[in-house]
């Protein structure tokens, strides 16, 4: 280097020596005519002078033959500035490196054309590159062979990326990705007529959802399936929605399983009410056919006028027997058809302070000499459920603890109702007669009953266990005998993402 710049050549020097890379400076052949402290210190550990005019690729790269894209060597033949990822050995590693390749200009050179090259260790960015690569590999490979359809969609609502599960569930198979990607999922119609659409743009506007049993429609419009959809906000760095992950599993299988159970409990229940009705309608009848022949052989009595002083009281007696009788089995026929008639709840959300007084408001708690006692916290939250489905409940429960009462003087009935977590407990407690406790575990039983003849055939209480069951929710039974009763109700806290129940 004979023509130096105009800056003293040692500052020159310093500077080069002071950079956190290697800078090396080269003939035409290649061969080494100066390098800094760098490449002294992370190349080859040796000394400037034993490295000088010996080949880069044997002293910088320790390499018996020139680098394959050596970027000296192009930039001999372009003229211009060159790059290239090189591979060496260093102490028993593999390292890499980015090197540059950038000719001398001429007036800080003689007639010999020189090179400067860079040098920096890239190894860890390379290693911390093929690991993201990996690991983003790794992510695709989950999603590709996941058994739940995952896809995404963008603030418009327009599909990005979508995996083969999705295009099974979806029916589009191979064309899947073809249809969906760029197709906006909030203009479809079948979308929007199920509902979906509503909770997609909610959840582009950054609220996480969540459904369970969806009746999903297809992108072609087949029907008949239920899904488990969850929808997460994709946030950009800046917080930002930027679009919607979307996670999808079939639970039609599921949601058939349970529909059958439901059915399979359904018959069984019919099947004891049919054993049930056979024995309770057979008593009435008996005593209607039996009482009906003695009224016809009074009236023949009475044609014939053979008819004893009295007749016609014992006549009115036995027509007094028979209508009882019969109004008997119509409550029972009643009671059988409002039990099987529900078949399908209105699940809404429920006002149960409201729904609670105006139950209150149908008995005439002072004309019957009972003292209803209300704790019933303010706010409540509201409950889900089939609003006429839960004023029955409450009825028929509110009645069974009047008929403990009966004429007990100082007959008390507490209401109850108070928040517990997701769920509200509702408490009707009375200090009638109580149940023996070996009859505790019948007492939701069709056409079981502790009370009199005439007070009820034993459906009340199976209405109510069967309606809150189907509405989510629970009923139990404490009772001591000769201190009394209390039912406790739990009911789900009404959330507007469930869905009605059919």
């Not at 969906?180 to 199920?194: D, H, I, Q, S």
């Not at 059915?263 to 309608?281: F, N």
Request: hydrophobic share 35%; proline share 3%; charged share 25%.
């Amino acid at each position: 280097m004979k023509n130096g710049p105009r800056v003293e050549f040692n500052a020159i020097i310093s500077i080069l020596d002071s950079l956190p890379m290697g800078v090396f400076v080269l003939d035409q052949k290649r061969k080494i005519q100066w390098m800094n402290k760098w490449v002294l210190h992370h190349v080859q550990g040796d000394t400037a002078h034993h490295s000088i005019e010996k080949y880069c690729y044997t002293k910088i790269f320790n390499l018996k033959s020139p680098c394959k894209n050596c970027p000296s060597l192009r930039t001999l033949t372009t003229g211009r500035t060159e790059h290239a990822e090189i591979k060496s050995e260093y102490k028993g590693e593999t390292k890499c490196y980015l090197v540059t390749a950038t000719p001398l200009q001429k007036e800080y050179r003689d007639e010999q054309i020189l090179i400067i090259e860079t040098i920096q260790d890239i190894t860890y960015q390379k290693k911390a590159e093929e690991d993201l690569r990996h690991l983003n590999d790794f992510n695709a490979a989950i999603i590709e062979n996941a058994p739940v359809a995952i896809f995404t969609i963008d603030r418009n609502g327009k599909f990005i990326s979508v995996n083969p599960a999705l295009a099974t569930l979806s029916g589009l198979g191979a064309e899947a990705e073809e249809k969906l990607v760029g197709f906006n999922w909030l203009e479809n119609p079948y979308t929007v007529r199920c509902g979906l659409a509503e909770y997609i743009k909610k959840g582009l506007e950054g609220e996480p959802f969540e459904l369970q049993d969806f009746p999903f429609t297809t992108y072609r419009g087949d029907q008949g399936q239920y899904i488990h959809f969850r929808g997460v906000p994709l946030r950009g760095k800046n917080g930002n929605v930027e679009g919607l992950l979307c996670i999808i599993e079939d639970n039609t299988e599921k949601v058939r399983a349970k529909i059958q159970l439901i059915q399979d409990a359904k018959m069984s229940v019919i099947g004891r009410l049919m054993t049930g009705v056979a024995h309770e309608l057979n008593n009435p009848l008996a005593t209607i056919a039996a009482n009906s022949e003695l009224a016809c052989d009074l009236f023949q009595g009475l044609a014939n006028e053979e008819c004893k002083d009295g007749a016609l009281d014992e006549l009115r007696e036995h027509l007094d027997v028979i209508q009882e009788q019969a109004f008997r089995c119509k409550n029972i026929i009643k009671d059988m058809i409002d039990l099987t008639r529900k078949k399908g709840f209105e699940v809404k959300e429920i006002d149960l302070s409201l729904c609670l007084e105006e139950v209150f408001k149908v008995i005439n708690f002072k004309k019957l000499n009972i003292r209803l006692v209300k704790e019933i916290e303010s706010n409540l939250p509201h409950i889900r459920g089939d609003y006429n489905a839960m004023k029955q409940c409450f009825m028929n429960i509110l009645q069974n603890a009047i008929d403990a009462i009966e004429i007990r003087a100082g007959g008390v009935i507490k209401v109850r109702a108070l928040p517990f977590h997701d769920s509200v407990y509702i408490e009707f407690e009375d200090n009638g007669e109580g149940i023996d406790e070996g009859l505790k575990d019948k007492i939701f039983e069709p056409f079981f009953s502790t009370k009199k003849t005439g007070k009820g055939v034993g459906l009340g209480l199976t209405l109510c266990y069967e309606f809150i069951n189907k509405m989510g929710g629970s009923i139990e039974v404490d009772s001591t005998l000769g201190r009394g009763t209390t039912f406790k109700v739990t009911m789900p806290v009404y959330r507007d993402d469930l869905q009605s129940m059919g």
